[in-house]
């Protein structure tokens, strides 16, 4: 299990889409606002590892046109993510206002329901670190494992939105910073379809 929850540690704190829409929201909503999109993408990736190890993931390599259904929903869901934070004005969003952008659990669910990479990993994971393991509670426990260190990793990736580049202090450096983040949103989803 060690071996296991290293590698849920490096998975979940490497920049990666999600993370990057973590650290962007984080940045214009704040830190609380944000565990929504957290718990969701938390909750997410952990049923995948966990269906996975129940076996319930091997449509994706027996049937590749599910592979490229995915891919395509998930390019176009982080796309137009990307465009609303690209254009997003750069003001911390008021806590009585409804923001352009409000990803919440479901859409942190879904970014990594949608992610091909996020199944392939979860069924690697289970290759390498549970061969022929197929019973619930290793599937259970597994599941258990990412889900508190994704938690750990995209709250991380929060803390940095929110006191590291929430903290600056003009609308034109915040605006600046959604826009980069945007451009490395879709940078990121497309090396993750390369990779």
Known sequence: ????????????????????????????????????????????????????????????????????????????????????LFRSAGEPVAADSTPEVAPGLLTGAGLQLVNPKAWMMALAVVGVFAPGDTGAGGASLRALVFLIVAMAGLATWGVLGRYGIGSLGQARHRRLFNRAMALLLVVAAGLSILV
């Open 1 to 84: 299990m060690i071996g296991f929850t290293l590698f849920a540690i490096v998975a979940s704190f490497t920049p990666g889409p999600t993370n990057i829409l973590v650290m962007a929201s984080s940045a214009q909503r704040g830190l609380g606002a944000t565990m929504p999109l957290v718990m969701g993408a938390a909750l997410g990736v952990a049923g995948m590892v966990w269906a996975a190890g129940l076996g319930l993931a091997a449509p994706l390599v027996a049937y590749p046109a599910i592979h490229h259904v995915l891919t395509a929903i998930g390019m176009g869901w982080l796309g137009w993510l990307a465009w609303q």
